[in-house]
């Protein structure tokens, strides 16, 4: 076997009453305190907050499954591995995930369930029972082991080699099933496009959701930007009026995700990423165009748009929109790949510039 989340009163004076209570309280609302009813009408429904409570259980689940498969046993001493087989069942079954500590080979004894490399075969690695310990005069510690579901003990004896063995001290239900299910290519490609795809609808949920006096009240006193400071470039509009050339590379950008990162070297890190990965993006859009797969340009196209604005990308952020607007006219796609190509080259060249 191998182991690989009023009763006297008129009934029209009530009426009337009523209505004159009803117009008082709006007036008071209205006049008195208009932040109360703007409140109310910006409540969150309860769908989206079961939406924001399963976002982050969702987040908070990914978290911690990348801190347990891949981050603890680097630093914690325990190692995973999947039970691909029934020979160990009913205590650990197919699909399994079993956790394995280190313990010395002194303390191993009758009864207990290790895993080792098979002295035979293909050197895999195997989870099953000791049955047998047996000690040299030299030190050395052979085992005889044997699946609990296994009518026969395995055929060979293990030598272990080492001071110490890994032994099995936790098993976790079904969750190798979901780890290989993430493997296949199907749910590989649905991670890639679809994971940005939803960050993006989230955002946009978000920003369209805003109310206007919100919108509004922020508008107030909002400092300029890059592209609205003096000096910037401009660009001639069919009209005749000039508006803001957006930058290559806005500063501001980087130096706010560096405060939101608490590290400026981080910022640059992740700039530095985005312009490595570049390449690898754009033809996947140009390889949507191709193939005419609407979707899959849509999902590439958003997941660069995201990525460019979050490192003040601004002119690439920019011809992505472009693009998005484009993507029903074929003979638009040539001229838009080349250009989102050229601003990617540009980008870099400013961020060189920047590190230097």
Do not use: C
Request: charged share 20%.
């Amino acid at each position: 076997m191998s182991t690989i989340d009023l009763s006297s009163i008129g009934p029209g004076f009530r009426a009337s009453a009523r209505n004159r209570q009803q117009t008082d309280d709006v007036t008071t609302a209205t006049t008195a305190t208009p932040g109360a009813v703007r409140a109310t009408s910006d409540r969150p429904s309860i769908a989206q907050r079961i939406t924001s409570l399963l976002g982050t259980l969702l987040m908070v689940l990914a978290i911690a499954a990348v801190l347990f498969f891949a981050i603890g046993p680097r630093f914690l001493g325990y190692q995973t591995a999947t039970m691909l087989t029934g020979s160990m069942a009913p205590e650990i079954m197919p699909g399994d995930v079993v956790v394995t500590t280190v313990q010395p080979v002194s303390d191993i004894a009758v009864g207990d369930v290790i895993s080792y490399h098979i002295p035979v075969e293909d050197h895999r690695v195997e989870t099953h029972r000791v049955i047998e310990v047996m000690r040299g005069t030299d030190g050395s510690t052979a085992v005889r082991t044997k699946g609990d579901a296994n009518q026969a003990a395995d055929p060979w004896i293990a030598t272990l080699e080492g001071d110490y063995v890994y032994e099995a001290t936790a098993t976790i239900p079904e969750v190798g099933n979901v780890i290989r299910a993430l493997r296949t290519p199907v749910v590989r490609q649905a991670l890639v496009y679809g994971v940005p795809a939803v960050l993006v609808g989230s955002l946009l949920l978000m920003i369209w959701s805003r109310p206007k006096e919100e919108d509004d009240d922020a508008s107030v006193g909002t400092p300029a930007t890059v592209e609205d400071r003096p000096g910037s470039p401009v660009m001639p509009t069919a009209g005749g009026t000039d508006v803001p050339l957006l930058p290559v590379l806005d500063r501001s950008v980087l130096q706010n995700l560096g405060v939101e990162l608490s590290s400026h070297a981080g910022a640059l890190h992740f700039a530095e990423t985005f312009v490595q990965l570049l390449p690898q993006r754009i033809a996947a859009v140009e390889s949507a165009f191709r193939a005419e797969d609407t979707d899959a340009a849509v999902v590439a196209l958003l997941s660069l748009n995201v990525s460019a604005s979050m490192v003040g990308a601004s002119r690439l952020e920019e011809s992505t929109s472009a693009a998005l607007r484009l993507i029903e006219n074929p003979s638009a796609h040539p001229g838009l790949i080349a250009r989102l190509r050229s601003l990617g080259d540009e980008f870099q060249s400013a961020l060189g510039g920047i590190m230097r």
